[in-house]
Nanobody
Framework: QVQLVESGGGLVQAGGSLRLSCASS????????VAWFLQAPGKEREIVAA????????IYSDSLKGRFTISRDNAKNTVYLEMNTLKPEDTAVYFC????????????????WGQGTQVTVSS
């Protein structure tokens, strides 16, 4: 069983930045791809970014690429999401998820999920 804990969310003004963290309890962390998804109020969950186990492959949402960056520190069993130039429409609950395989953009492919962290961007 893998447990994921997100942190780093909060309230930020438009144009600001946040860094989210996703800490994993799993062993052999390098075998696991990790993804970030967001769910805005009244909308379906969608991919933000994903990274392969050793960090070579990254996948991004076309609409967010360029402002958001995913990275991982396998020594700390942690994946990060750096979010810059935040906009009010980025307001959502952000979830991290993991699977013991390659990175994909499909939420149905991920087996373990965190509880989410709220990001609110004020105008």
């Amino acid at each position: 069983q893998v447990q994921l804990v997100e942190s780093g969310g909060g309230l930020v003004q438009a144009g600001g930045s946040l860094r989210l963290s996703c800490a994993s309890s799993g062993r052999t962390f390098t075998n696991y791809a990790v993804a970030w998804f967001l769910q805005a109020p009244g909308k379906e969950r969608e991919i933000v970014a994903a990274v392969s186990g050793i960090g070579i492959t990254t996948i991004y949402s076309d609409s967010l690429k360029g402002r958001f960056t995913i990275s991982r520190d396998n020594a700390k069993n942690t994946v990060y999401l750096e979010m810059n130039t935040l906009k009010p429409e980025d307001t959502a609950v952000y979830f991290c998820a993991t699977r013991r395989s390659y990175a994909t953009r499909n939420q149905g492919d991920y087996d373990y999920w965190g509880q989410g962290t709220q990001v609110t961007v004020s105008s």
